[in-house]
């Protein structure tokens, strides 16, 4: 205030009007034009302060994002056109305990496609909401912090990471994550060293009763996935004697056998899967870690040992119709399994997260050994996710499905 009654005075000082009641006027006047040039430059700068400090307060970033654009519906096959690249923004200003992050990995994994329904049928999964932003396991990093324990280039992680480019996100909700852990391959964390990982090694310590030296025979459905994949090799290394692999092409098949260590893989749209099964386990099949269900787990389920146990992992061909999970067997199936008293119990390695720190280690342990082979299906750009969701429900993928957002 002060600094504008004094550039008005000077303003007046400069008239001819009020020239007569200064008689030293002549001599004031340089120092007048030169107060007023100097005032003149500060109210500019002061205002064209004001003005930058007003839009660095209103200033947003542009990104991209996608949302769920339609729903298949419960009986529909997911396309592509499910979902919706849009342009969107996040603020620039980042609140204490907040971070912004890049966006590097994102995770596409067969448990999405009950989250495109109104209902996912599950007490521990939200359907994604129409015209909004997807979400699931992703991997970027800090760009700025605000909160105690993360810092600019930290590596983070979370399970419910937006399909997004950048995002400011809660520190408290992400977990850093150690490169070195998995020899630098970060996308590792979102499947062999992450929730996958974590689903096949549970699944088989905790359901599949497995025992070193008993002679055991393994088999895996879907075994060419993010998460059959692991579970055959890591039902190899608890001890199993034994292990056959079921998925859909000969390529997988080779991929199993001569890469992942499996004794045999059998290409169920080829010969009788049946009588594969009993050459192939002529001692018949002790644990069954069960991704696919349907006709498939009925097949193997008939050839399966007193006492035996079936690891309840997924149910991918059932996700597309209107059926509770998990879908009851079929009479004759069921009778089997209750008179061979077959374990068949739902498992959710959210149960067991007090054993995740271990479990993880472990993990790492056999990736950095080369005891765990690991194989991804990588599509480059968040344009692309929807057409890379397709494709993995249409079984197109060997190995983990993950989108690579940023480099």
């Not at 025992?211 to 692991?230: E, I, P, R, Y």
Request: with cysteine.
């Amino acid at each position: 205030m002060v600094l504008f009654i004094f550039f008005v005075w000077m303003l007046k000082l400069g008239r001819s009007e009020f020239h007569p009641q200064f008689p030293n006027y002549q001599v004031l006047l340089p120092h007048i034009l030169c107060s007023r040039k100097f005032m003149f430059q500060a109210f500019k700068q002061f205002f064209f302060v004001e003005i930058q400090c007003e839009i660095a307060a209103n200033a947003e970033m542009i990104i991209q994002r996608v949302v769920l654009n339609s729903r298949p519906g419960k009986n529909g096959v997911p396309v592509a056109e499910n979902f919706r690249l849009e342009q969107s923004t996040i603020a620039d200003t980042v609140q204490a305990g907040q971070v912004r992050v890049k966006t590097l990995y994102l995770s596409v994994d067969p448990y999405m496609r009950c989250r495109m329904n109104e209902d996912t049928g599950s007490d521990y999964l939200q359907p994604w909401q129409l015209s909004e932003v997807a979400d699931g396991g992703g991997i970027g990093v800090v760009e700025e912090s605000k909160h105690q324990n993360l810092a600019r280039g930290d590596f983070v992680t979370s399970f419910t990471w937006p399909w997004q480019t950048a995002a400011i996100l809660d520190g408290d909700l992400l977990q850093k994550l150690v490169p070195q852990l998995v020899n630098g391959r970060l996308s590792y964390f979102l499947g062999a060293a992450g929730i996958t990982g974590l689903t096949a090694l549970l699944g088989v310590r905790e359901k599949g009763h497995v025992a070193t030296g008993a002679n055991q025979t393994m088999v895996v459905s879907g075994a060419a996935g993010a998460c059959g994949s692991l579970a055959g090799q890591i039902g190899r290394l608890e001890g199993c004697s034994r292990v056959v692999g079921i998925a859909g092409t000969d390529e997988k098949c080779s991929v199993l056998v001569q890469e992942m260590g499996f004794d045999a893989a059998i290409n169920y749209k080829k010969g009788d899967v049946a009588k594969q099964l009993r050459e192939l386990c002529p001692r018949g099949v002790d644990v069954y870690f069960d991704n696919v269900g349907g006709d498939i787990s009925d097949t193997v389920i008939s050839q399966m040992n007193q006492n035996s146990h079936i690891i309840l992992c997924g149910q991918i061909s059932q996700y597309n119709k209107d059926v509770p999970y998990p879908p009851p067997l079929p009479p004759d199936t069921e009778k089997i399994q209750k008179e061979r008293n077959i374990t068949r119990e739902r498992f959710l390695v959210l149960n067991y997260m007090d054993k995740q720190e271990a479990s993880v280690l472990q993990l790492c342990q056999w990736i950095q050994e080369g005891k765990l082979k690991v194989r991804e299906t990588v599509v480059e750009g968040l344009a692309n996710i929807g057409a890379a969701f397709q494709s993995m429900m249409n079984g197109g993928n060997i190995g983990k499905q993950i989108v690579l957002v940023s480099k």
